[in-house]
């Protein structure tokens, strides 16, 4: 089993949809998570962080981590074709290693 | 955010030939950069870890021999692909985690735009 998983997608979404983008973990020592965003050809940016369980807001990006089911969550609203892109989720325990989703790709339909 | 550079961004080589690509941490002072590869369609795959002034720290798998990586200074890792093949094709990405102060509190990793290299 993973440490992370991710469903690779595609993901196909009207433009204005709500997206929502999911991760899931075994390691119950992870206790930062992150969503990137990662272009084609291009290397990843980072989107979201979040430290331990909660929700955090950004613009039409929400993040949400659920510690006791293992779960992380991304959400995009109001979607816009620019957003089209892979989404990897990304979790670290107390050092630096991170362990990275095998990424999530969207496509939003104009 | 803080700004990774990586050069070059395409690099096409014969075989047999050694390619170095650097990653360079512009606005930051980085003790620790990562170097990833990436297959088409997949996530990133840890290959080593770099520390500035000591040895690298390479996954299990990762040839060293193979893929020399030098952290001469807080701003500069490189990696070096020796006697390049074919199936050493790939998406090379690099990313650096701050040393200390305000970028470095939440820990995060700021990644390079990536270098692909085609060995013909």
């Known amino acids: 089993q993973k440490e992370v998983e991710q469903d690779p997608g595609p993901l196909s979404v009207p433009e204005g949809a709500i997206v929502s983008l999911n991760c899931t973990y075994s390691?119950?020592?992870?206790?930062?998570f992150m969503w990137y965003r990662q272009y084609s050809r291009k290397g990843p940016e980072l989107l979201m962080y979040?430290?331990?369980?909660g929700n955090k807001e950004d613009g039409r990006f929400t993040a949400q981590v659920d510690k006791s089911s293992k779960y992380i969550s991304l959400f995009i609203r109001d979607s816009q074709p620019s957003d089209s892109a892979t989404y990897l989720c990304?979790?670290?325990?107390?050092?630096?290693?991170?362990?990275f989703g095998t990424g999530t790709r969207l496509k939003v339909l104009a | 955010g803080a700004v990774v550079s990586q050069h070059p961004s395409r690099v096409i080589c014969k075989s047999g030939t050694s390619v170095k690509i650097e990653c360079r941490s512009l606005?930051?002072?980085?003790?620790?950069m990562f170097w990833y590869r990436q297959f088409p369609k997949q996530s990133l795959m840890l290959m080593a870890t770099?520390?500035?002034?000591?040895?690298?720290?390479?996954e299990q798998g990762v040839e060293k021999d193979k893929f020399l990586i030098n952290h001469a200074s807080l701003t500069l890792s490189t990696l070096t692909v020796t006697s390049a093949h074919p199936e050493d094709s790939s998406f090379y990405i690099c990313?650096?985690?701050?040393?200390?102060?305000?970028?470095?509190?939440?820990?995060?990793?700021?990644f390079g735009e990536g270098s692909r290299l085609t060995v013909l």
């Open positions: 990313s650096a985690r701050a040393v200390t102060g305000g970028l470095s509190n939440t820990g995060e990793l700021f």
């Open positions: 606005d930051f002072q980085a003790t620790t």
């Open positions: 990304a979790c670290r325990a107390g050092t630096y290693k991170y362990i």
């Open positions: 979040t430290y331990s369980s």
């Open positions: 390691n119950s020592a992870f206790q930062y």
């Open positions: 770099s520390n500035e002034g000591s040895k690298a720290t390479y």
